[in-house]
Nanobody, 124 residues
Framework: QVQLVDFGGGLVQAGGSLLLSCAAF????????VGWFRQAPGKEREFVAS????????YYADSVKGRFTISRDNAKNTVFLQMNSLKPEDTAIYYC?????????????????WGQGTQVTVSS
């Protein structure tokens, strides 16, 4: 069992930055891949980024490449999403999720555990 708590969202102006954190509780967390997803009002949940257990395999959605960076600190059971050059279209609730599989990590169906979500609002 893994419990996830994601936080760090807030209101920021376009061009600004935010650091999201996903804190995990569970002794085997370091063996899980972690993904970040987001859901804007009226839209489906979409993949943002993922990182495997070692940090050696990372994927980004095209819409955030070059602006967002995912990383993890297994000693602290935490995964981070550094978001720079934020745009109004990045406004959404952001969720972290964990999975033991390394396959299909861009699909939300691959994930077994989810955080409660943290709101990110980017004003123009």
């Amino acid at each position: 069992q893994v419990q996830l708590v994601d936080f760090g969202g807030g209101l920021v102006q376009a061009g600004g930055s935010l650091l999201l954190s996903c804190a995990a509780f569970g002794r085997t967390f370091r063996s899980y891949a972690v993904g970040w997803f987001r859901q804007a009002p009226g839209k489906e949940r979409e993949f943002v980024a993922s990182i495997n257990w070692s940090g050696g395999s990372i994927y980004y959605a095209d819409s955030v490449k070059g602006r967002f960076t995912i990383s993890r600190d297994n000693a602290k059971n935490t995964v981070f999403l550094q978001m720079n050059s934020l745009k109004p279209e990045d406004t959404a609730i952001y969720y972290c999720a964990a999975t033991r599989t390394s396959m299909g990590v861009m699909r939300d169906r691959a994930y077994d555990y989810w955080g409660q979500g943290t709101q990110v609002t980017v004003s123009s």
